[in-house]
Antibody, heavy 123, light 107 residues
Framework: EVQLVQSGAEVKKPGESLKISCKGS????????IGWVRQMPGKGLEWMGI????????RYSPSFQGQVTISADKSISTAYLQWSSLKASDTAMYYC????????????????WGQGTLVTVSS | DIQMTQSPSSLSASVGDRVTITCRAS??????LNWYQQKPGKAPKLLIY???SLQSGVPSRFSGSGSGTDFTLTISSLQPEDFATYYC?????????FGQGTRLEIK
């Protein structure tokens, strides 16, 4: 069974650093991209970026480039999303999702999702 | 970035109704359009990929159509468990932008 299990909720202060995780199981972790999606309170979904754990190739949305770092440790089937200096505006639910790429069609979709990690940034 | 616009933003309907949600892209995205369902407090769930392909395990009352810039998600006969928020997402390019969502409520 494919599963993505995310780390638990975090409460942080502005300026602090944070790294949240997403552990995959039940499939070949190095063969699928992992995406990260932000959902601010009461708002819609925002595509942040994706990483290919096989070689750590990473693509960012321009909106998030330089604001977060996406990484992966394929030895433990885990992807990460990290901040070096949190802001109150980073308060949101963050989801990871397995990304299926269809090479022949040059398209992709998120087929399995983690349960989400709620990040609260408040002084 | 490609902009995705859904309509309506919210919709009230009754069990058994046929419902259609529309998604429009700011440029042609061929058939590279996915649909997700999200219930309160839960992660999104993939319903349709590549505009019209039904994800495994998703009931056949859900269907998708369209290409280019205009797409639709249709629920042929609403069930109580279908009341949720629906998002389209373009996968023609990165970032894979989402629509703003359509909240489907019980009338």
């Amino acid at each position: 069974e494919v599963q993505l299990v995310q780390s638990g909720a975090e409460v942080k202060k502005p300026g602090e650093s944070l790294k949240i995780s997403c552990k995959g199981s039940g499939y070949s972790f190095t063969s699928y991209w992992i995406g990260w999606v932000r959902q601010m309170p009461g708002k819609g979904l925002e595509w942040m970026g994706i990483i290919y754990p096989g070689d750590s190739d990473t693509r960012y949305s321009p909106s998030f480039q330089g604001q977060v770092t996406i990484s992966a440790d394929k030895s433990i089937s885990t992807a990460y999303l990290q901040w070096s200096s949190l802001k109150a505006s980073d308060t949101a639910m963050y989801y990871c999702a397995r990304t299926v790429v269809v090479p022949a069609a040059k398209t992709y979709y998120f087929d399995y999702w983690g349960q989400g990690t709620l990040v609260t940034v408040s002084s | 970035d490609i902009q995705m616009t859904q309509s309506p933003s919210s919709l009230s309907a009754s069990v058994g109704d046929r419902v259609t949600i529309t998604c429009r892209a700011s440029q042609s995205i061929s058939s590279y359009l996915n649909w997700y369902q999200q219930k309160p407090g839960k992660a999104p769930k993939l319903l349709i990929y590549a505009a019209s392909s039904l994800q495994s395990g998703v009931p056949s009352r859900f269907s998708g159509s369209g290409s280019g810039t205009d797409f639709t998600l249709t629920i042929s006969s609403l069930q109580p468990e279908d009341f949720a928020t629906y998002y389209c997402q373009q996968s023609y390019s990165t970032p894979g932008t989402f629509g703003q969502g359509t909240r489907l409520e019980i009338k």
